[in-house]
Protein backbone atom coordinates (compact mmCIF):
# COMPACT_ATOMS: atom_id res chain seq x y z
CA UNK A 1 0.00 0.00 0.00
CA UNK A 2 1.47 3.25 -0.94
CA UNK A 3 1.85 6.24 2.05
CA UNK A 4 -0.53 8.52 0.88
CA UNK A 5 -3.24 5.65 0.90
CA UNK A 6 -1.89 4.35 4.06
CA UNK A 7 -2.46 7.99 5.90
CA UNK A 8 -6.07 8.13 3.84
CA UNK A 9 -7.16 4.69 5.78
CA UNK A 10 -5.70 5.59 8.99
CA UNK A 11 -7.38 9.29 8.73
CA UNK A 12 -11.09 7.20 7.75
CA UNK A 13 -10.53 5.00 11.16
CA UNK A 14 -10.43 8.40 13.45
CA UNK A 15 -13.64 9.54 11.87
CA UNK A 16 -16.59 9.66 14.48
CA UNK A 17 -19.23 7.15 13.21
CA UNK A 18 -22.15 8.32 11.85
CA UNK A 19 -25.13 9.36 14.35
CA UNK A 20 -27.20 6.29 13.94
CA UNK A 21 -24.43 3.92 14.29
CA UNK A 22 -23.85 5.27 17.90
CA UNK A 23 -24.17 4.21 21.11
CA UNK A 24 -27.49 5.55 22.52
CA UNK A 25 -30.81 5.78 25.04
CA UNK A 26 -28.18 3.58 27.77
CA UNK A 27 -29.84 1.79 30.58
CA UNK A 28 -28.15 3.68 34.11
CA UNK A 29 -26.91 0.81 36.15
CA UNK A 30 -28.29 1.69 39.53
CA UNK A 31 -26.23 0.04 42.57
CA UNK A 32 -26.98 1.80 45.70
CA UNK A 33 -29.88 4.52 47.16
CA UNK A 34 -29.08 7.87 47.93
CA UNK A 35 -31.79 9.41 51.15
CA UNK A 36 -31.46 12.88 52.72
CA UNK A 37 -31.67 12.39 56.30
CA UNK A 38 -32.48 15.11 58.24
CA UNK A 39 -30.35 15.73 61.48
CA UNK A 40 -30.83 17.77 64.79
CA UNK A 41 -27.70 16.78 66.62
CA UNK A 42 -26.32 18.08 63.48
CA UNK A 43 -28.18 21.17 62.42
CA UNK A 44 -28.41 19.78 59.02
CA UNK A 45 -28.97 17.09 56.73
CA UNK A 46 -27.01 14.18 55.77
CA UNK A 47 -27.02 12.15 52.32
CA UNK A 48 -26.86 8.39 53.26
CA UNK A 49 -26.71 5.79 50.20
CA UNK A 50 -27.44 2.50 50.64
CA UNK A 51 -26.16 -0.45 49.14
CA UNK A 52 -28.37 -3.74 49.31
CA UNK A 53 -27.31 -7.27 48.88
CA UNK A 54 -27.99 -9.33 46.16
CA UNK A 55 -30.93 -11.42 47.43
CA UNK A 56 -32.18 -9.19 49.45
CA UNK A 57 -35.61 -8.54 47.40
CA UNK A 58 -36.21 -12.15 46.49
CA UNK A 59 -35.27 -13.72 50.24
CA UNK A 60 -37.38 -11.62 52.53
CA UNK A 61 -37.00 -13.74 55.62
CA UNK A 62 -33.53 -13.26 55.67
CA UNK A 63 -31.51 -10.36 57.83
CA UNK A 64 -28.36 -9.23 56.83
CA UNK A 65 -25.28 -7.45 59.19
CA UNK A 66 -25.04 -3.78 58.46
CA UNK A 67 -21.55 -2.12 57.89
CA UNK A 68 -21.40 1.75 58.60
CA UNK A 69 -18.85 3.57 55.99
CA UNK A 70 -17.67 6.69 57.25
CA UNK A 71 -16.88 9.33 54.40
CA UNK A 72 -19.80 7.17 52.67
CA UNK A 73 -20.59 10.28 49.90
CA UNK A 74 -21.14 8.90 46.69
CA UNK A 75 -18.31 10.99 45.74
CA UNK A 76 -16.51 10.43 48.91
CA UNK A 77 -15.61 6.51 49.26
CA UNK A 78 -18.93 5.15 48.80
CA UNK A 79 -18.64 3.43 45.52
CA UNK A 80 -15.39 1.66 45.71
CA UNK A 81 -16.13 0.37 49.03
CA UNK A 82 -19.56 -0.78 47.31
CA UNK A 83 -17.68 -2.60 44.21
CA UNK A 84 -15.83 -4.59 46.82
CA UNK A 85 -18.66 -5.73 48.69
CA UNK A 86 -20.39 -6.43 44.77
CA UNK A 87 -17.18 -8.58 44.72
CA UNK A 88 -18.93 -11.01 46.75
CA UNK A 89 -21.53 -11.86 44.82
CA UNK A 90 -18.97 -13.34 42.20
CA UNK A 91 -16.23 -15.15 44.62
CA UNK A 92 -17.91 -16.11 47.92
CA UNK A 93 -15.51 -15.14 50.04
CA UNK A 94 -17.45 -13.34 52.75
CA UNK A 95 -20.99 -12.97 53.94
CA UNK A 96 -23.47 -10.29 52.54
CA UNK A 97 -24.25 -7.33 54.23
CA UNK A 98 -26.45 -4.35 54.27
CA UNK A 99 -23.16 -1.08 53.22
CA UNK A 100 -24.79 2.17 54.42
CA UNK A 101 -22.27 4.67 53.65
CA UNK A 102 -22.91 8.41 55.33
CA UNK A 103 -21.43 11.33 53.62
CA UNK A 104 -19.35 13.59 55.53
CA UNK A 105 -19.83 17.81 55.46
CA UNK A 106 -16.91 18.71 57.04
CA UNK A 107 -14.80 14.97 57.80
CA UNK A 108 -12.27 17.60 59.99
CA UNK A 109 -14.48 18.75 62.52
CA UNK A 110 -17.06 15.94 62.38
CA UNK A 111 -14.76 13.20 63.17
CA UNK A 112 -12.24 14.74 65.40
CA UNK A 113 -12.17 13.97 69.35
CA UNK A 114 -11.76 16.79 71.50
CA UNK A 115 -8.46 18.54 71.64
CA UNK A 116 -6.79 20.44 74.51
CA UNK A 117 -5.41 23.58 72.49
CA UNK A 118 -7.89 23.52 69.39
CA UNK A 119 -6.61 26.84 67.60
CA UNK A 120 -3.64 24.32 67.02
CA UNK A 121 -6.04 22.00 65.14
CA UNK A 122 -7.78 24.74 63.48
CA UNK A 123 -4.34 26.38 61.94
CA UNK A 124 -3.12 23.04 60.72
CA UNK A 125 -6.27 21.70 59.57
CA UNK A 126 -8.25 24.22 58.52
CA UNK A 127 -11.51 23.38 60.67
CA UNK A 128 -12.27 23.57 64.47
CA UNK A 129 -11.70 20.23 66.00
CA UNK A 130 -14.06 18.16 68.26
CA UNK A 131 -17.25 16.84 66.34
CA UNK A 132 -16.84 13.17 67.41
CA UNK A 133 -18.66 13.44 70.40
CA UNK A 134 -21.79 14.98 68.72
CA UNK A 135 -21.31 12.18 65.68
CA UNK A 136 -21.65 9.33 67.49
CA UNK A 137 -25.22 10.57 68.73
CA UNK A 138 -26.57 11.08 65.53
CA UNK A 139 -25.36 7.57 64.84
CA UNK A 140 -26.43 6.28 68.57
CA UNK A 141 -29.53 7.84 68.43
CA UNK A 142 -30.65 9.18 65.16
CA UNK A 143 -29.30 7.44 61.94
CA UNK A 144 -28.74 3.79 63.63
CA UNK A 145 -32.84 3.40 64.85
CA UNK A 146 -33.70 4.79 61.01
CA UNK A 147 -31.94 1.91 59.06
CA UNK A 148 -32.67 -0.84 61.76
CA UNK A 149 -36.23 0.75 61.61
CA UNK A 150 -36.14 0.59 57.58
CA UNK A 151 -33.83 -2.32 56.46
CA UNK A 152 -33.59 -5.93 57.47
CA UNK A 153 -30.99 -6.15 59.89
CA UNK A 154 -30.01 -8.71 62.24
CA UNK A 155 -28.27 -6.81 65.00
CA UNK A 156 -24.87 -7.07 63.86
CA UNK A 157 -23.31 -3.70 63.33
CA UNK A 158 -20.10 -2.86 61.92
CA UNK A 159 -18.25 0.73 61.63
CA UNK A 160 -15.31 1.15 59.19
CA UNK A 161 -13.28 4.52 58.49
CA UNK A 162 -9.82 5.33 57.15
CA UNK A 163 -7.09 8.10 58.41
CA UNK A 164 -8.86 10.59 60.21
CA UNK A 165 -12.25 8.18 59.72
CA UNK A 166 -9.99 5.64 61.20
CA UNK A 167 -9.36 7.50 64.39
CA UNK A 168 -13.64 7.94 65.18
CA UNK A 169 -13.23 3.86 64.69
CA UNK A 170 -10.80 3.67 67.41
CA UNK A 171 -12.04 6.60 69.58
CA UNK A 172 -15.41 4.67 69.42
CA UNK A 173 -14.26 1.47 70.38
CA UNK A 174 -12.66 2.81 73.72
CA UNK A 175 -15.29 5.18 74.37
CA UNK A 176 -18.34 3.52 73.30
CA UNK A 177 -17.63 -0.31 72.96
CA UNK A 178 -21.06 -1.36 72.54
CA UNK A 179 -22.55 1.26 69.63
CA UNK A 180 -20.84 -1.72 67.14
CA UNK A 181 -20.15 -5.24 66.95
CA UNK A 182 -16.79 -4.69 64.60
CA UNK A 183 -14.89 -1.63 64.21
CA UNK A 184 -12.28 -1.75 61.02
CA UNK A 185 -9.63 0.70 61.38
CA UNK A 186 -7.34 1.49 58.27
CA UNK A 187 -4.09 3.89 58.64
CA UNK A 188 -5.70 5.57 61.85
CA UNK A 189 -4.74 9.11 62.02
CA UNK A 190 -3.19 7.88 65.71
CA UNK A 191 -1.18 10.84 66.26
CA UNK A 192 -3.86 12.71 67.38
CA UNK A 193 -3.06 14.78 70.56
CA UNK A 194 0.52 13.36 70.71
CA UNK A 195 -0.86 9.31 70.48
CA UNK A 196 -3.24 10.32 73.48
CA UNK A 197 -5.21 7.01 72.31
CA UNK A 198 -2.52 4.53 71.71
CA UNK A 199 -1.05 5.64 75.35
CA UNK A 200 -4.28 5.44 76.94
CA UNK A 201 -6.09 2.37 75.73
CA UNK A 202 -4.91 0.29 77.95
CA UNK A 203 -6.59 2.00 80.57
CA UNK A 204 -10.20 2.19 78.81
CA UNK A 205 -9.87 -1.08 77.93
CA UNK A 206 -10.02 -1.61 82.09
CA UNK A 207 -13.13 -0.44 81.88
CA UNK A 208 -14.91 -1.83 79.01
CA UNK A 209 -18.67 -3.36 79.42
CA UNK A 210 -18.83 -6.93 78.76
CA UNK A 211 -19.37 -8.39 75.15
CA UNK A 212 -17.80 -9.96 72.26
CA UNK A 213 -16.57 -7.25 70.01
CA UNK A 214 -13.83 -7.75 66.83
CA UNK A 215 -11.24 -4.79 65.67
CA UNK A 216 -9.44 -4.69 62.42
CA UNK A 217 -6.31 -2.65 62.67
CA UNK A 218 -3.91 -1.92 59.99
CA UNK A 219 -1.53 1.00 58.55
CA UNK A 220 0.61 1.36 55.86
CA UNK A 221 4.42 3.13 55.37
CA UNK A 222 3.24 6.03 57.63
CA UNK A 223 6.11 6.91 60.27
CA UNK A 224 6.30 8.93 62.93
CA UNK A 225 3.35 9.46 65.66
CA UNK A 226 0.88 7.75 63.01
CA UNK A 227 2.90 4.69 62.84
CA UNK A 228 4.59 4.76 66.49
CA UNK A 229 0.45 5.50 67.85
CA UNK A 230 -1.01 2.73 66.22
CA UNK A 231 1.88 0.42 67.66
CA UNK A 232 1.10 1.54 71.31
CA UNK A 233 -2.67 0.57 70.87
CA UNK A 234 -1.13 -2.91 69.33
CA UNK A 235 0.50 -3.15 72.46
CA UNK A 236 -2.29 -2.20 74.92
CA UNK A 237 -4.35 -4.82 72.76
CA UNK A 238 -1.34 -7.33 72.99
CA UNK A 239 -1.52 -7.25 76.91
CA UNK A 240 -4.92 -5.54 77.79
CA UNK A 241 -7.35 -6.43 75.55
CA UNK A 242 -10.67 -7.21 77.60
CA UNK A 243 -12.30 -10.63 77.50
CA UNK A 244 -14.84 -10.85 74.55
CA UNK A 245 -12.71 -8.35 72.26
CA UNK A 246 -10.46 -9.89 69.38
CA UNK A 247 -8.18 -8.27 67.10
CA UNK A 248 -6.14 -8.33 64.39
CA UNK A 249 -3.42 -6.40 62.91
CA UNK A 250 -2.15 -5.91 59.56
CA UNK A 251 1.34 -4.47 59.00
CA UNK A 252 1.02 -3.19 55.16
CA UNK A 253 4.22 -1.00 55.70
CA UNK A 254 6.14 -2.78 52.74
CA UNK A 255 3.46 -2.92 50.20
CA UNK A 256 1.27 -0.11 50.81
CA UNK A 257 1.25 3.55 51.81
CA UNK A 258 -1.23 6.23 53.24
CA UNK A 259 -2.76 6.83 50.08
CA UNK A 260 -2.92 3.27 48.57
CA UNK A 261 -4.01 1.07 51.40
CA UNK A 262 -7.99 1.47 51.99
CA UNK A 263 -8.79 0.05 49.07
CA UNK A 264 -6.80 -3.86 49.43
CA UNK A 265 -7.46 -3.67 53.23
CA UNK A 266 -11.19 -2.95 52.71
CA UNK A 267 -11.28 -6.13 50.91
CA UNK A 268 -9.01 -8.15 53.08
CA UNK A 269 -11.32 -6.73 56.24
CA UNK A 270 -14.11 -7.65 55.11
CA UNK A 271 -12.51 -11.59 54.22
CA UNK A 272 -10.99 -11.23 57.83
CA UNK A 273 -14.34 -10.60 59.63
CA UNK A 274 -17.41 -12.13 57.67
CA UNK A 275 -14.95 -15.19 55.53
CA UNK A 276 -16.80 -17.92 54.38
CA UNK A 277 -16.21 -21.54 53.91
CA UNK A 278 -15.66 -23.04 51.00
CA UNK A 279 -14.97 -26.85 49.79
CA UNK A 280 -12.33 -28.35 47.75
CA UNK A 281 -13.01 -29.62 44.39
CA UNK A 282 -10.88 -32.29 41.99
CA UNK A 283 -9.58 -30.77 39.32
CA UNK A 284 -10.69 -32.04 35.98
CA UNK A 285 -7.85 -34.10 34.10
CA UNK A 286 -7.84 -31.17 31.15
CA UNK A 287 -5.93 -28.84 33.52
CA UNK A 288 -3.94 -31.82 34.85
CA UNK A 289 -6.14 -33.50 37.78
CA UNK A 290 -6.68 -36.85 38.81
CA UNK A 291 -8.45 -38.92 36.84
CA UNK A 292 -12.42 -38.24 37.92
CA UNK A 293 -13.81 -41.59 39.52
CA UNK A 294 -16.97 -42.73 41.56
CA UNK A 295 -17.10 -40.87 44.52
CA UNK A 296 -16.64 -42.72 47.79
CA UNK A 297 -19.18 -42.70 50.32
CA UNK A 298 -17.20 -41.38 52.37
CA UNK A 299 -16.45 -38.62 49.52
CA UNK A 300 -20.19 -38.17 49.15
CA UNK A 301 -21.20 -37.76 53.07
CA UNK A 302 -18.64 -35.06 52.78
CA UNK A 303 -20.18 -33.00 49.64
CA UNK A 304 -23.72 -33.90 50.85
CA UNK A 305 -23.36 -32.04 54.01
CA UNK A 306 -23.38 -28.24 54.59
CA UNK A 307 -20.05 -26.04 55.15
CA UNK A 308 -20.20 -23.57 58.11
CA UNK A 309 -17.34 -22.14 59.74
CA UNK A 310 -17.52 -24.37 62.97
CA UNK A 311 -17.07 -27.39 61.04
CA UNK A 312 -14.51 -26.22 58.17
CA UNK A 313 -10.35 -26.35 58.44
CA UNK A 314 -8.38 -23.11 58.78
CA UNK A 315 -5.53 -22.87 56.39
CA UNK A 316 -4.27 -20.70 53.51
CA UNK A 317 -4.79 -21.17 49.86
CA UNK A 318 -1.11 -22.18 49.99
CA UNK A 319 -1.02 -24.86 52.72
CA UNK A 320 -4.52 -25.76 50.45
CA UNK A 321 -2.44 -26.25 47.02
CA UNK A 322 0.10 -28.29 49.07
CA UNK A 323 -2.69 -30.72 50.74
CA UNK A 324 -5.35 -30.75 48.01
CA UNK A 325 -5.05 -34.42 47.80
CA UNK A 326 -6.13 -34.94 51.16
CA UNK A 327 -8.47 -32.36 51.19
CA UNK A 328 -11.25 -33.30 48.15
CA UNK A 329 -14.87 -31.98 49.23
CA UNK A 330 -13.99 -31.21 52.80
CA UNK A 331 -14.98 -27.39 54.31
CA UNK A 332 -12.02 -25.45 54.29
CA UNK A 333 -11.54 -21.75 55.70
CA UNK A 334 -9.34 -19.59 53.91
CA UNK A 335 -7.31 -16.84 54.94
CA UNK A 336 -7.20 -14.90 51.76
CA UNK A 337 -4.80 -11.65 51.87
CA UNK A 338 -1.70 -10.71 53.39
CA UNK A 339 -0.87 -12.42 56.59
CA UNK A 340 -1.64 -10.60 60.25
CA UNK A 341 1.13 -9.61 61.39
CA UNK A 342 -0.17 -10.38 65.04
CA UNK A 343 -4.05 -10.92 66.88
CA UNK A 344 -6.24 -12.96 68.41
CA UNK A 345 -8.93 -12.60 65.75
CA UNK A 346 -10.09 -16.43 64.31
CA UNK A 347 -7.99 -18.44 67.53
Request: proline share 7%; charged share 25%; aromatic share 8%.
Amino acid sequence: MKLPILFAALAALALPLPAAAQLQDGTPLVTATTYTVSSKILGGDRKVTVRLPAGYGEEPEVTFPVVYLLDGGPEQDFEHIAGIAQSRDMNGSFDRFILVGIESVNRRHELSPIARDPKVYEEALGAMPGGAPDYRRFLTLELKPLVEKTFRTNGHDAIMGESLAGLFVVETLLKQPELFDDYIAISPSLWWEEMKYGKQAAEYFANHPAGKRRLYLTTANEGDWHREGAERLVDALRHHAPEGLTWTFVDAGKSETHGTLYHPMALDAFRALYGTPSREYKNYPLVGGPAITERTPEEQALLDSECTRENSTPMTPEAAERGREGLYYKCLLLDLGPTPREGTLGQ
